[in-house]
């Protein structure tokens, strides 16, 4: 029950920040949420390139700690992307999961969507696995 009622309060919370993030853009008609597992204890952090660029912007990046009791130390959570639509057109998105600070970073997760922007609408669809 208690798993249930986090994903009906974070669905809610998305849905206003979707509302706030098209307020902050005139035109804006959409915004998309990319949500990923994180645990910035270990050191990684989600970052997102995209090519080509100026299709989309990301508004917002945050990270929301699960739930633990008092206490715990490294435990994860989630890590949210909140795009808005910037010009029509079409762009590949590529979320990587690295150390930033490594030379050279290696991903140990990769996400790859496609965003399409027509007439100020975001469409967002994963790419297949490869």
């Given at each position: 029950?208690?798993?249930?009622?986090?994903?009906?309060?974070?669905?809610?919370?998305?849905a206003v920040l979707m509302t706030l993030a098209a307020w902050g853009f005139p035109g804006v008609k959409s915004a998309a949420f990319v949500t990923f597992d994180a645990?910035?204890?270990t050191g990684y952090t989600w970052v997102c390139d995209m090519e080509p660029e100026g299709v989309v912007a990301v508004k917002k990046e945050y990270y929301v700690p699960a739930p633990?009791?008092?206490g715990t130390?490294?435990?994860?959570g989630t890590y949210t992307f909140v795009l808005v639509p910037a010009a029509?057109?079409?762009?590949e998105l590529t979320f990587l999961y690295l150390r930033?600070?490594?030379e050279?970073?290696?991903?140990?997760?990769?996400?790859r969507y496609?965003?399409?922007?027509?007439n100020g609408v975001l469409h967002l669809e994963e790419a297949p696995a490869e």
């Amino acid at each position: 029950m208690f798993p249930a009622l986090l994903a009906k309060i974070f669905a809610f919370i998305q849905a206003v920040l979707m509302t706030l993030a098209a307020w902050g853009f005139p035109g804006v008609k959409s915004a998309a949420f990319v949500t990923f597992d994180a645990n910035p204890s270990t050191g990684y952090t989600w970052v997102c390139d995209m090519e080509p660029e100026g299709v989309v912007a990301v508004k917002k990046e945050y990270y929301v700690p699960a739930p633990v009791p008092p206490g715990t130390v490294g435990s994860g959570g989630t890590y949210t992307f909140v795009l808005v639509p910037a010009a029509d057109g079409e762009t590949e998105l590529t979320f990587l999961y690295l150390r930033t600070w490594e030379e050279p970073p290696v991903p140990v997760q990769t996400a790859r969507y496609t965003a399409t922007v027509e007439n100020g609408v975001l469409h967002l669809e994963e790419a297949p696995a490869e």
